[in-house]
């Protein structure tokens, strides 16, 4: 598969306005990344620029903290849907989590999962917060919730994807969940190593850079 076919191409800081969402929209489709991934607010003007191309529209629910309350998320992730959104990026609520409140967080991602059908879920682990017991134990979480995938991080935490995350993830659920590494990938070394460790999917902000770093790399040499 196409490194680009890894990437969801992503735009969630607060600052993000929707010419820069079009922007987004366009490099993905010039780029032949998988998705865009975008704050609820755009994912109408997202599934709108992109209807008649094959990349998909996530959205994030409960981004960046996980703290809000169950039926908001649920609302976010319908609404989502609703206005064209293929996939659902949810943070799990991590307080809970480390309470060890684990009934609340099955429920909640077993709520926004079915509130999205046959939609492809995504829940953020944030691992940056969490211990490696933790880890594990929000996996299996995420499994029995329904869940599609397990997310390494929203990038908006105190670090990003990491090595010995993504191999206590795959190691748990790897043969049963997919994998999306997300936070700081800048680099296609980066991306590629990901990948290898087993990763489906990369989130990054970078993806024009990964793609394209082979060619100029070429380029930088011809002389």
């Known amino acids: 598969m196409e490194l680009s076919q890894y990437i969801d191409h992503t735009l969630l800081k607060a600052t993000a306005t929707p010419e ?12 032949n990344f998988y998705a865009v ?7 109408s003007l997202a599934a709108e620029k992109l209807k008649n191309s094959d990349v998909k529209v996530a959205s994030v629910v409960g981004f960046p903290l996980g703290a809000s309350s169950l039926h908001p998320k649920v609302c976010e992730a319908e609404q989502a849907i609703k206005e064209g959104a293929d996939e659902i990026d949810m943070v799990l609520n991590i307080g809970f989590l480390k309470a060890e409140k684990y009934s609340e967080v099955q429920n909640e991602i ?3 999962k079915k509130a999205i059908g046959d939609r492809t879920l995504k829940v953020i682990l944030e691992t940056c917060y969490l211990t490696d017991a933790e880890i594990r134990t929000a996996c299996h979480i995420s499994k029995k919730a ?30 049963s969940l997919k994998i999306k590494a997300s936070g700081g990938i800048k680099d296609a070394a980066t991306a590629k190593k ?13 993806g024009i850079e990964i793609v394209t770093a082979t060619k100029k790399d070429t380029d930088e040499h011809t002389y």
Do not use: P, Q, W
């Not at 820069?20 to 780029?31: G, P, Q, R, S, V």
């Not at 991934?37 to 994912?43: D, F, G, I």
């Not at 390494?152 to 994807?161: E, K, L, N, Q, R």
């Open 110 to 112: 077993a709520a926004v």
């Open 194 to 206: 990901y990948i290898k460790l087993g990763v489906s999917r990369i989130g990054t902000s970078s």
């Open 146 to 175: 329904g869940a599609d995938f397990v997310k390494t991080s929203t990038g908006f935490g105190t670090g990003g994807a990491t090595e010995e995350a993504v191999k206590i993830m795959v190691a748990e659920i790897g043969d």
């Open 37 to 43: 991934c975008v704050n609820s607010c755009y994912v």
């Open 20 to 31: 820069d969402i079009i922007n987004l929209c366009n490099e993905a489709k010039e780029h």
